[in-house]
């Protein structure tokens, strides 16, 4: 077996910019902080744990206590579900049918690593029309940092999938997944188009693709990788 790990906002889902303006308006309604920086390269963690953590004890002067971060995380998530009712999140153009794909052949099994809160993931996908639940995942709920977000995903695969891995690749859509990837030693697929494409290349990507549409195109860089490996 080997196995495929995805991020999944900019990924899976195309909800990277529902995401941060849900992120920045429960800064501002709960923690009264304006003026956030939303290009999350620059955080020492770009996890929703992560960089709550950061911007709190630059405001405060200390890490929040768990009452602070579960008012902040219950009323971002307010805010989520009230933007997909509005409207639905969209999946990523080919995602569902890839991740349909790579069950039906057999050798690759599938996990998430995502840096966002597991309800936060799970509505996404969710709305997105596909099974947060149905994977085995890790996120920010386990750890901030996101390269430990990949070992543990990679853990509980072996686990929920009963073996150890010929090999192991991760695909994401930020320069903060090609970093994380660097640490833990394993292979990057990006996602993206023009100078996100470039930044994911020079962080290292060992292929950057648009999207999931052209099916065989993703097979064949992921068949390309584990030959190469």
Known sequence: MRLVMFDIDGTLTDTMKVDALCFVRAFAEVCGFGDID???SRYRHATDAGIFY????????RLPSAEEISRFHQHFMSLLVEASKERPFAAVPGAAQLLSLLADRGVDKVSLATGCWSDSARLKMTSAGMCYDAYPSASCDDAPERDSIIKLSMQKA???FGGPFVSAVYVGDGVWDARACRKVGIPFIGIGTGGRAEKLAAEGAVVVLRDFSDSDLFLDSLDGIVQTG
């Open 38 to 40: 939303t290009d999350w």
């Open 158 to 160: 072996v686990r929920w």
């Open 54 to 61: 950061e911007i709190f004890e630059a405001r405060i002067g």
